[in-house]
């Protein structure tokens, strides 16, 4: 049954609890922005006063190169600073990232009943998890966006429990980011001065997860938010964003020919790129040397938006803080804690900047 716009407990109930999503809303037909999506209006997005990121993205290709050393130093500068960048060359094909845009449309274009049998607590997987804004039951604000959340095991898994519109390219998207991902590591972790083997790499990346977003068009952009402010808890995303744009950052500290702080800058789409993203993860293991990356995402008016992120994080039951050799030079800015508990607080708690990485902070 359709519920009132005007009743917050029923749209709730409509978008939230049976699984319909902000697009089940959305094709009833909205001429207006419902109040339970109305953000306050210091958290809304004035794309009029917005700036451009006019960072160039950073050809990966490169880094098998004599230029290596320049590369490395340009993944290290935007690491210490903004905590964003893009990449261009980085070795996962482009018709393998537009089949995956596709594939997001395919999923979330299907009937809300084929999407709600993956919501949380009654998903046939536990790998497998669909839902909408972010913790709907603490939020102020809802969140203008839907998503599916796919969580890595092994290729098996994958295969047999992601939903079949989105497994095969989700996984070929996953297995071929990861070697950038593990590249891109290994400069930032050479820039401390820090080598570590494959098994404690792969502790601080041993979680995996796809997520597709999906933004349904929005009457009122001005009013609402697609995420709210918050900085990702792993150590780096891999983010795939369709020709449309919305995604925008925080500039913490001045940076020249960059951006004031305090200004957000918005990460515009670059044809064949992928963004890049510090997480809380590596700037708690980095000592703060790194800055994970404060960001937010606007709604559009004129077409529904995708995004695809990897977010590669440890596994829960791995102990994190600063690495032991930063902490003999510097002393420590964060604690040790099981990343399970990281995860608890994160997940527990609406989007709010960066206060997830308090719980982290040295007493």
Known sequence: MAPSLEDGDSLFNFVVQDGNG???????????????????????????????????????????????????????????????????????????????????????????????????????????KYGTSFVPEKEKALEWKDYISMVYTNDAEALQQWPKECNIVSLEYLRTSMKMVRKLLEVLLKNLGVTLDEPELDAIIGFKMVNMNFYPTCPNPELT??????????????????????????????????????????????????VINVGDTLQILSNGRYKSAEHRVRTTSSKSRVSIPIFTMPKPTVKIGPLPQLVEKEGSRFREFLFQDYMNNFFGNAHDGKKSLDFARAI
């Open 225 to 274: 938010v697609g995420v709210g402010r918050h900085s990702d808890m792993g150590a780096l995303t891999i983010l795939l964003q369709d020709g449309i744009g919305g995604l925008y950052v925080k500039v913490e500290e001045d940076i020249p020919d960059v951006g004031k702080k305090g200004e957000w800058l918005e990460i515009p789409p670059v044809p064949g790129a992928l």
């Open 22 to 128: 902000v697009k089940g809303m959305v094709d009833l037909g909205l001429s207006k922005v419902p109040q339970p999506y109305i953000q306050p209006q210091e958290e809304r997005i004035d794309k009029k006063n917005a700036s451009i990121c006019a960072q160039a993205p950073i050809d990966l290709s490169k880094l098998d190169s004599p230029n290596h050393e320049e590369v490395a130093r340009q993944i290290a500068r935007a690491s210490e600073t903004l905590g964003f960048f893009q990449v261009v060359n980085h070795g996962v094909p482009v018709e393998l990232l537009e089949s995956l845009k596709d594939a997001a449309h395919a999923f979330f274009s299907q009937s809300p009943g084929k999407k709600a049998v993956y919501r949380k607590g009654v998903s046939p997987s536990p790998l497998v």
